[in-house]
């Protein structure tokens, strides 16, 4: 089970961070990730982490702002999301897999409820 927490309405330019905690036990055998849905548009992703941490992967339209991390003590992975656009408006889902990492959403098997991000003047 994962729970996001932290989106709501920012300003364009402005920061925010999105959390995802995870019930998936054992957290450090998962990789981690963020897609998003935009409305009237397909669900799309944004970033992932490997299970050890040590690998990220990012969609180019948030490469150099936003940041995924994991943090293994509080089976919590995180968005950073720094210099945000209009266009970043969007229902983001946190999702999790056991069977490896990727960019299509196919390879997770676990799935949060979704937050709203608005970013709006």
């Known amino acids: 089970q994962l729970v996001e927490s932290g989106g709501g309405l920012v300003r364009p330019g402005d920061s925010a961070r999105l959390s995802c905690a995870a019930s998936v036990s054992p957290f450090s055998s998962v990789s981690m990730a963020w897609f998003r849905q935009a409305p009237g548009k397909e669900r799309e992703f944004v970033a992932a982490?490997?299970?050890?941490?040590?690998?990220?992967m990012y969609t180019d339209s948030v490469k150099g702002r936003f940041t995924i991390s994991r943090d293994d003590a509080k089976n919590t992975a995180y968005l950073q999301m720094n210099s945000l656009k209009r266009e970043d408006t969007a229902v983001y889902y946190c999702?999790?897999?056991?069977?490896?990492w990727g960019t299509g959403p196919g390879v997770y098997n676990f799935w949060g409820q979704g937050i709203q991000v608005t970013v709006s003047s």
């Open positions: 982490i490997s299970w050890t941490g040590d690998n990220q």
């Open positions: 999702a999790a897999s056991n069977r490896g």
